[in-house]
């Protein structure tokens, strides 16, 4: 009966690689035909600005929309869904705007730099980006947490400017994304959506200025959108579906462990749940818990397919290779359910949250505690972080060069610009050379 | 005469907008051909390893390699080149390399984390990346200083394993980069280049050890390559040309202002050097020395192309006002050649490395000041930085609940997840509230 639930693995077997790398293998494919039907709102949008920007809203989200104005959402409309909400959500929301604000202080990076003894100056200068943009997805899967953790990260590295589009099919809006707005201080609201909103936001029109980064999780659209403005304005990493691997060493109630799994396979079909653990009867309790929890769960027929397809209970030789395992998965989030959990975290290289000990469910990491819930996926943990401040800030190198450096620098960088042919170079350093002439 | 060798602007005149931004004009542009070929050579190299790359190779760049194993570059070898190079040159090479070491480790970042009053942890784990591969152009543009650039920061932020991919038409090697690549501690040299060796990096084949991120500047194939595996492995940014924009008082000799616009001149024809400057008068100046500095230049066949193309004497109302327009080109090189120059950096925002001072010629920055010569061209610097150990740095959040703290956060994620419409989100949190339930 469990094994219509979710596969049982075993890292003794000896075909597990293969079967592990089945069970891994993703790969993001933007179809031809998506590309073409963006690549041509691009081109609008980018030379006819909110004309193209009205009409493609109009005819994707069945609006009505006459002029730019139509779009833009008025701040004292912001307010009024803040009223509108209900105290409890509100609350909530405000608190974890806090906690995601307080920690995301600790990321701040600080000009520096230092003084040679000869007194050339080096360091790096720190700033923030000017303009940043949010996509935000609208309709069923509306999400004010992440408008949250899309635009609080931006406001601490002290951005100016962040705008967020949403789009609003129908018309309709949801009131506790434009609350979650207002509480993160998103400075201005654009419903609309697509790869339409993206142009808008890289290009810029005349009523949209066009932004430095733009960030946020949209559908394939968007996703392609985003992948062909790259380099003209930065995004950030296009996100595969959400993963949880979950490492326990058994100790833990086994209907937590099966929840924190059916908490990753909720959000969609293609999401992927992973238990590893060094006892089979434990794996076996889980399998038992993930049936009977699964019973009532709203979601269930979604988390049902999630599991079928992608979930894995795997029984592994130790926790040691449970780690192992772990730095190969790289998975997004990982929970590490274990009575000495911070004896592991020095091995713990590739992941883009770590959850630790009994306590700390994953889903508290998606709201509230404090770090961002915008991670790396599908095994790009291994050169990827989490969406953070550093990621709003950009820095300059600083070099002020004494006399005394430019000459003793100049020699040097004579020899190397002449091995490389380039003699202006030498030349360009040469004439701060005391007593040379640039020209030998 | 001189205005046959670059043209000259003036913010005052009332088209400069739009002459300005046809002067920037710059697109990078993959043409369909390119990418087809590139997309063919990826597939080839994922699918069938090192036979492909050789294949390919011997095709390309005319080499007659049989196996794998020719490709290597034996760590003999590198040290015979360090051996076969000029005392001067190699000297050179150490001194540019221990000042960019010492530079690059002001920017090691350092895990953190906190406690707060009911136990919880919360925090940021910081962890280099375990492999990264650098692409080094081969052939007529061979830049020993490119590799100590790319490879000394990933060895600073404790990368074990940095491989570096070269490309050898008929089998020619330099040996400047040889010696470079010892010096910076690269581990593994492949003679192979191209989209070919870009795919091997990224998909890995039998002999080459697939990486978690690719940087180093190549031609349109390796630029069409990047962007495709980008998503699979981190790319660093595709370069534009290079670019160079001087701030000047006046007060400089012109001689050393023509030579720092040359030396960028003369890097490629579509390189873009401009100099800004409320005189006039040393605006003719520095046309006059443009002029005779580029008689007995090597490469001033280019250099006149790219200042006829792309160069521009620019006369600004003021000093201030040259600020805000180098804030608005976002220029890749800034040298603010002014008697204070310290006192303009806090308004500089957009700008890859900033070179104050008389003194500071920018080819010092390209090979030994110690900061990094790969920066962010065509405006990017808007939002992106210096390659630095941070790009070969990741980040994981790290969150250890205690019970009380499970027990705060649980409420308030569970408002939060409700919401969204995510039910087992909330029950998951709720395991972990005291005295709670998890299915209401």
């Keep these: 009966m469990t094994s219509q639930c979710i596969r049982r693995l075993n890292t003794a077997?000896?075909?597990?690689?293969?079967?592990?790398?089945q069970l891994l293998a993703w790969e993001a494919v933007t179809s031809d035909a998506v590309a073409s039907v963006v690549a041509e709102i691009l081109q609008q949008v980018r030379s006819r600005g909110d004309a193209a920007v009205i009409e493609y809203t109009n005819r994707f989200d069945r609006r009505e929309?006459?002029?730019?104005?139509?779009?833009?959402?008025?701040?004292?409309?912001?307010?009024?869904?803040?009223?509108r909400i209900s105290p409890e959500d509100r609350e909530a929301l405000e608190v974890a705007a806090q906690r995601v604000r307080d920690y995301?202080?600790?990321?701040?990076?600080?000009?520096?730099?230092?003084?040679?003894?000869?007194?050339t100056v080096l360091?790096?200068?720190?700033?923030?980006?000017?303009?940043?943009?949010?996509?935000?997805?609208?309709?069923k899967a509306s999400y004010p947490s992440s408008v949250l953790m899309n635009a609080i990260p931006a406001k601490v590295a002290g951005v100016d400017c962040v705008n967020m589009v949403v789009p609003a099919p129908d018309g309709k809006l949801n009131d506790l994304v434009l609350a979650a707005a207002g509480i993160a201080g998103v400075n201005q609201v654009y419903t609309i959506g697509g790869a339409q909103a993206v142009a808008a936001l890289a290009y810029g029109t005349e009523t949209i200025a066009a932004v430095d980064k733009i960030v946020g999780p949209g559908n394939v659209y968007v996703a392609a959108a985003k992948r062909a403005v790259f380099g003209r304005v930065a995004i950030d990493m296009i996100a595969g579906p959400s993963e949880i691997?979950?490492?326990?060493?058994?100790?833990?109630?086994?209907?937590?462990?099966?929840?924190d799994l059916l908490s990753q396979a909720e959000h969609d079909e293609m999401a992927q749940s992973i238990l590893l653990c060094p006892d089979a009867q434990f794996l076996d309790k889980v399998a038992v818990s993930l049936q009977q929890l699964l019973t009532d769960l709203p979601r269930a027929p979604v988390a049902r397919k999630s599991l079928a397809k992608r979930?894995?209970?795997?029984?592994?030789?130790?926790?040691?290779?449970?780690i192992r395992l772990s730095n190969r998965i790289a998975p997004e989030h990982l929970e590490v359910s274990v009575a000495d959990p911070e004896r592991f975290l020095p091995q713990i290289c590739n992941a883009g949250a770590i959850f630790l000990g009994r306590y700390t469910a994953e889903a508290l990491g998606d709201y509230c505690a404090g770090p961002n819930h915008v991670l790396p996926t599908s095994g790009t943990a291994r050169f990827s972080s989490p969406l953070g401040v550093y990621d709003f800030q950009k820095r300059s190198s600083v070099i002020y060069c004494s006399a005394e450096g430019a000459d003793k620098l100049g020699r040097v960088a004579g020899t190397l610009a002449r091995g490389e042919g380039l003699e202006a170079h030498a030349r360009s350093a040469a004439f701060r050379i005391k007593g040379d002439t640039p020209g030998q």
């Excluded at 360091?123 to 309709?139: D, E, F, K, L």
């Excluded at 979930?311 to 449970?322: F, H, P, R, Y």
């Design 245 to 259: 691997l979950v490492i326990c060493d058994g100790g833990t109630d086994p209907d937590w462990i099966a929840m």
């Design 123 to 139: 360091g790096q200068q720190i700033t923030p980006m000017a303009r940043v943009g949010i996509y935000v997805p609208g309709g």
């Design 104 to 119: 995301h202080y600790h990321q701040v990076q600080e000009s520096w730099h230092y003084i040679e003894a000869d007194g």
């Design 65 to 83: 929309l006459v002029r730019a104005g139509d779009f833009i959402v008025a701040s004292a409309d912001l307010n009024a869904a803040l009223q």
């Design 311 to 322: 979930g894995a209970l795997i029984q592994v030789g130790s926790l040691e290779e449970a």
């Design 13 to 21: 077997e000896k075909n597990f690689d293969t079967q592990l790398d």
